[in-house]
């Protein structure tokens, strides 16, 4: 076997300078590239030539300037900043069709934004499927008073591959009758993954694989995590999933979960984690005092049946030798469907010491259900029995000048009294629409996420509902349908964790709560990239009166009626 | 064997109403769409849910209206009007960065032209490789005056198709080192063809494919020319290949070619005809007296090694039953490399009488050298040494308003003395340029363009070159290296044919001259996708004076920095 060459990820070294608010300026070039993500050649979007994107390493209070040129041959792209929440500059949250227009080709965008709030975030494509096809990277802003204690830091961006093309992708799924798009090829991690091999092989769990070998620079190689005896490891752990859920363990090792979508939780110690598309977490890893080796690192696939094979990289020991290897299979992933097992996880989340608790009423409540639908055919999602179609023109580019009235159309704020979420859905009045709830500036809503069975069979799916422009509290889950006026009683309004990602159970509720105090327009949606795709989203569009005023740079608005308006100014 | 299921096409009759200008409104949507074009699925662009797109049948003197919508998720797209001179609206010639910017996802352009002069044409995506994705029809314009007598006419449009899909097809191009899309994978006619099987497998020629069978509404069974006896047939040939130089043979018949790229030619008779990406023709098909059973029409690949099937189709006499089948073989191609053929094609083409002859001396003359070349280490094509990348803005568009007057360079007019044709080329100043020429109105320009070897060995590609907005006269084709002076003297000025494209063969050169009446901004360039993607085309500027009075439609300049200064009229 020829020898297995590990690649080492660097250690970043925890130095932040002060706070004071400095510019990072970054020149980004999007382009499609040839890569081996998996050992397989494909064809990724990559970020100056690099996959995934760069990291950006930012000190809370900078300001990040990124000129975004489009080199694509055909397509427009954005990026969304995901976590980031954009206070003041609603059009830099790269949602197309939402807060701007997508950058033609050849065109450059600046997105200018302050990142206020430390914690580990990323960013990603937000237009078609272009971040299944790679475009995403990871955004650490750190805090000048990190509260963690810990001796070095790996970050794991985590993302599911397939083979096929995102175009024809897409094309299946807008299909009639809709084509799905089946289980990833593989998982990556730091965009790194093996189809047609394992690292696991020489052990039974290896599924019948080959032994993976590696020859140097290769694309797919494992960053292997190197770390010394007796210390302390931060893992920045990341999903930009298009459609996997995941759960990371690693082989001999505990994990202490301490930061959660940029906000520190309550630690709490567990053997693996639960991770949803669109979710962050930090976990602290003590090594062992006996300098031991090599462990596996395994991500496998959880919330649906898998097809994949586990990703897997390695804990790496310092005086381990290039030719051992892990004397112990990876952790085997906890059993897919078991969502017990999953909500419990969830349920251990509350927010660390210090975090101010959620008001203690709310204002507003939409509670939205998620169904599955049938529109002339097409298969789509549908909240309140509006499937979203985001318009030409961006909602905040429409509201910001009085536009396409006609079409920005609020769904219900409550579904029919008389939906059964056990049944396959009736839905004959499911209709597509722009799906946006208008809220003053200052008040408190409660959005309780509502569960049902899909479609065909009894089954029912996760969905990780990601909101742009604001972090919410996770007031509870509920199993069955929501009740009003009794389900509000068992809120957690203590120590609720501040989140920007909640996963929404099978046949199940979750409710969160915000303060409208970010005026601008922010998409809240399934995170996962083919449900949003066929419309599971709203769109909130909050403080309109403060939109009315915004300055928008011109360059978000090149696009639908806007762009007319704005070409017509000298006209009249 | 299951029954073969032979499709007709309708036969056009051909009555023609008087030359009043009547608008032809037509809404056109553009989406991918999955098809069987050769018998194994794809992903193709349709218009209206239909590829090829619908056919377009105005008469000359029609104004055409098209209300284009992009309907794709994430890609821009425009259509070019192929033989179509667009006099008076060069911003309805759909160059995506020449004449238009490109039409976002969700937009309506509107096209808006008149159709002048009456021809075979067809229309095509001219955006990446977006034809190549299948973005084409036909597009017919009839005279009230038809000289031509015929009973029926079949429109028979030619393309190539390929398995990869075109987006990693244009990044394979455009990596380094380049990696050649190769040969396509099958010919279609009418967008049918037979990738995995062949109709005359009962053959020899079948080349060991299995005998074709096709079920009802099979989307790769041939559309098959029913004819009766004793009649004339008129052929509209169009090809709008991405690659391939094809031939045409109809077994047991002759054709009398009548008309090319919309222009009456010299009758002349042929048993097989030439037709190269971009051309168009017209020929007479006199069927047998007997009412004979059933002949193979075939299609070939000439000018490149094929590794291509022969795309067949039928001629089906009216009283052949459904399960004859035709009793001779197809016609076998002419030998791909005999360029000696296919210049004595090309050199049998002569005006039809009554047109009238080109001016005899011209006022302005550029000498094209065409090369093969690297730009840090991309392969590239060049002419005179720039080899063409198109701006953001389209040219039309900067110099309406007067800008990026800085980017916008004139390539010599002459290639280097020195440079040996026969030889690989050693470049070390190819740079990439915008390669605009500009011409006053009025004036004779003749252009010489020459070929030379490529990159590696000694080799020289056929290139189809089409120049928008104009008719030319194609006033000779010669071996070797031009010789300014000397070779002029050749020139046929006397019954020269008008057309809009014209092939450059090995290792030769092809004089044409046009005159500058038709003021805007065009495109020329092979029309080999690829080969225009790596930079093989120049632009004309024409009637600098009379452009800076258009009024352009807004919707043509919403890219670039025409954008930028239209959207700050108001704030001037």
Not at 1 to 28: C, G, K, Q, Y
């Amino acid at each position: 076997m020829a020898a297995i060459v590990w690649w080492l990820i660097t250690v970043v070294v925890v130095v932040v300078h002060s706070a004071s608010a400095r510019p990072i300026v970054l020149n980004w070039e999007v382009k499609y590239k040839f890569r081996w993500p998996d050992c397989k050649e494909g064809v990724v979007m990559a970020i100056n030539d690099q996959f995934p994107g760069p990291t950006i390493n930012a000190v809370s209070g900078d300001t990040v300037i990124i000129y975004l040129t489009n080199k694509l041959s055909t397509e427009g792209v954005v990026i969304h900043w995901h976590g980031i929440r954009q206070n003041g500059t609603p059009w830099a949250d790269g949602a197309a069709g939402v807060t701007q227009c997508a950058i033609s080709p050849g065109e450059t965008y600046t997105y200018n934004f302050t990142v206020d709030k430390p914690g580990t975030h990323f960013y990603h494509g937000h237009y078609g499927m272009q971040r299944s096809a790679g475009l995403y990277g990871m955004m650490i802003v750190r805090s000048p008073e990190e509260r963690l204690r810990y001796d070095g830091e790996f970050n794991l961006l985590l993302s599911d591959w397939w083979h096929q093309s995102v175009h024809a992708q897409e094309l299946a799924l807008s299909s009639k009758p809709m084509r799905w798009i089946g289980e990833p090829q593989s998982l990556l991690i730091n965009g790194r993954g093996q189809f047609n091999c394992s690292q696991a092989a020489y052990f039974s769990e290896g599924g019948g694989l080959r032994q993976c070998t590696f020859k140097e620079n290769d694309e797919c190689a494992p960053e292997t995590l190197r770390v010394e005896p007796n210390k302390v490891y931060r893992l920045r752990i990341a999903s930009t999933t298009n459609l996997a859920s995941l759960n990371l363990a690693v082989e001999g090792h505990k994990l202490e979960v301490v930061e959660a979508d940029g906000n520190y939780v309550a630690p709490f110690t567990v053997d693996d984690i639960d991770i949803y598309s669109g979710e962050t977490y930090s976990v602290l890893l003590r090594t062992h005092s006996f300098s031991s080796k090599k462990h596996f690192i395994s991500v496998g696939v959880r919330g649906r049946k898998p097809n994949t094979t586990q990703a897997l990289t390695i804990l790496n020991y310092a005086d381990a030798s290039d030719s051992d290897r892990p004397t112990n299979p990876p952790p085997v992933t906890p059993r897919w469907d078991d969502y017990y097992r999953s909500k419990s996880f969830s349920k251990k989340i509350f927010a660390a010491e210090g975090y101010t608790p959620p008001p203690k009423k709310s204002d507003d409540q939409l509670i939205l259900l998620n169904t599955q639908n049938l529109i002339d055919g097409y298969t789509k999602w549908a909240i309140n029995n509006v499937s979203l179609s985001v318009p030409v023109t961006p909602y905040l580019g429409s509201i910001r000048y009085g536009l396409n009235k006609h079409e920005l159309k609020s769904p219900a704020k409550r579904f029919v009294k008389d939906y059964d979420i056990l049944k396959p859905p009736v839905n004959p009045n499911t209709v597509k629409g722009t799906g946006l709830y208008t809220f003053p500036s200052g008040i408190v809503v409660d959005v309780i996420l509502q569960n049902a069975n899909v479609l065909k069979g009894k089954n029912s799916e996760i969905h990780p509902w990601h909101l742009h422009g604001h972090d919410f509290w996770v007031l509870g889950y509920g199993e069955g349908r929501f009740r009003p006026g009794v389900d509000e009683k068992t809120y957690n309004l203590r120590n609720p964790p501040l989140r920007n990602t909640v996963a929404l159970y099978p046949f199940g509720w979750t409710a969160l709560r915000f303060v409208t105090d970010n005026p601008g327009v922010w998409f809240f949606h399934c995170h996962i990239e083919p449900h949003l795709g066929m419309g599971m989203g709203v769109v909130f569009a909050e403080g309109v009166d403060q939109i009315l005023k915004m300055d928008i740079p011109d360059e978000a608005l090149t696009c639908g009626s806007t762009m007319k308006l704005l070409m017509n100014r000298g006209r009249r």
